[in-house]
């Protein structure tokens, strides 16, 4: 399922009466931060994607938006509308308003809300349950009411019920705004018929027909002038500071290698349970943290192209460890990961994974994308790994690199003229090292 065909559709009816000194003139999805209407930033990380064809879903001041965003040529995209009418039918019967304009499979997002997560998981794991009987899939991130009161329980990764009304103690998770859905799960409601999207997740919790993903970077929303001022010092921040950052890989750097029986060799972890962090390492990354960088962990993992494990589960590891990192109060800015491979081989299952990429180190790929998202001081960043392949990808892009182990021959004959800024013995020397 590639983004340029699933179809997004955006809630942005809402009067935002919390948030009334600044949409008397305007919609919420439009309110100027830092410089720009709000929607422009998710739209922005939306198309990024490669999501190409949006509904938007409008109300109050609809003419102010569709004004603006036009029918979306201008942004290679494509934006079709759907109007709220007189009466307000609530976000589920907006959706079904807008039914004849509905792909069979659709996103469903909030035009108040801002949501960097990995999209192209969101799609994975849709299918993966379709595949398995789901008809829907919902974000969901471990909130222990910080945000607002939890309304998801969950069982490792399965969701087990959500309900917005009746909340339990069992509840540690919160719908995070991202869900997909199939078209016919709205055909059975009334055109004018009033009711929350809510009652439709319910419903789909209590049959099993609900999907999750986990996500594990916190959104931002504009429903009061508390939540606005917030997100517009986040905006700041990210946009419009530059901050240095390390480049972090993953196996050998912040967890252990692994013996693989199967081809009797050390390799990556194929399993959440197989997952180890070496010594240090939260330490190291909270001493990052501290001298002001971001964090990003740049990972080749084609551990499912290669039939030895599934995508699924090289998402669960990569969830498990930044909710372990966040334990030991380390938060990690954001995750790439490349899980392509160029030939496939003998145990290959999913082959939408086998291509030539740029994003497999030593291509720079993964740091392209960390640099189209964030405001980066390259000239003081650094690409930390064990192997020849980071240091090339970080030199490819301009960065210092530091390269963990004992630099043997081999690997300089690898390397030819590059050579790493800095060899350290572990990730916690690394980062004692920096400035």
Request: aromatic share 12%; hydrophobic share 40%.
């Amino acid at each position: 399922m590639s983004p340029a065909d699933v179809q997004v559709v955006v809630l942005m009816g809402g009067l935002g009466t919390r948030l009334k000194d600044y949409t008397k003139e305007r919609p919420k999805s439009l309110v100027e931060v830092c410089g720009k209407p709000f929607f422009d930033y998710q739209l922005d990380l939306l198309t990024a994607w490669g999501f190409k064809k949006f509904l938007f879903l409008i109300g109050y001041r609809a003419d102010m938006i569709e004004e603006y965003y036009k029918d979306g040529r201008s942004r290679d995209i494509s934006i079709k509308y759907s109007y709220d009418g007189e009466k307000l039918l609530g976000t589920g019967g907006a959706v079904r308003r807008a039914l004849d304009l509905l792909e069979d499979d659709f996103l469903l997002i909030y035009g108040d809300s801002f949501m960097d997560i990995d999209y192209a998981e969101t799609l994975y794991r849709y299918q993966k349950g379709k595949a398995a009987g789901a008809r829907a899939l919902m974000s969901v991130l471990r909130n222990n009411n910080r945000f607002d009161k939890s309304n998801v329980v969950m069982d490792g990764g399965r969701l087990v019920l959500y309900d917005k009304k009746n909340t339990t103690p069992d509840m540690d998770y919160i719908d995070y705004g991202v869900c997909m859905y199939e078209k016919s799960l709205f055909a059975g409601y009334d055109a004018d018929s009033a009711f929350d999207i809510a009652e439709v997740q319910h419903e789909l919790s209590v049959r099993g027909e609900m999907t999750a993903q986990i996500v594990t970077k916190r959104f931002y929303e504009i429903g009061s002038p508390a939540s606005l001022a917030e997100f517009s010092e986040y905006v700041t921040k990210r946009f419009s500071e530059n901050h240095p950052a390390v480049f972090v890989d993953r196996d050998g750097v912040i967890n252990e290698i692994v013996w693989n029986d199967d081809i009797e060799q050390l390799d990556s972890p194929m399993k959440v349970s197989q997952f180890s962090f070496l010594p240090g390492v939260a330490e190291a990354l909270r001493i990052f943290k501290e001298k002001g960088y971001y964090i990003f962990i740049v990972t080749n993992q084609p551990g499912a192209a290669k039939g030895k494990t599934d995508l699924k589960t090289l998402y669960d590891i990569n969830t498990y460890m930044i909710d372990a990192l966040a334990g030991e109060g380390v938060d990690i800015d954001d995750l790439f990961m490349c899980p392509h491979y160029p030939k496939e081989v003998a145990l290959t299952k999913e082959s939408f994974l086998i291509k030539k990429c740029n994003c497999r180190k030593p291509e720079p790929g993964l740091i392209y994308r960390a640099m189209r998202k964030y405001s980066i001081d390259m000239a003081r960043s650094y690409m930390i790994g064990d192997s020849c392949t980071d240091v090339q990808a970080g030199t490819r892009v301009g960065l210092m690199t530091i390269f963990i182990g004992d630099l043997k021959c081999d690997l300089c004959k690898k390397l030819g003229d590059i050579s790493p800024t800095y060899i350290a013995k572990d990730l916690l020397d690394a980062a004692q090292s920096v400035q």
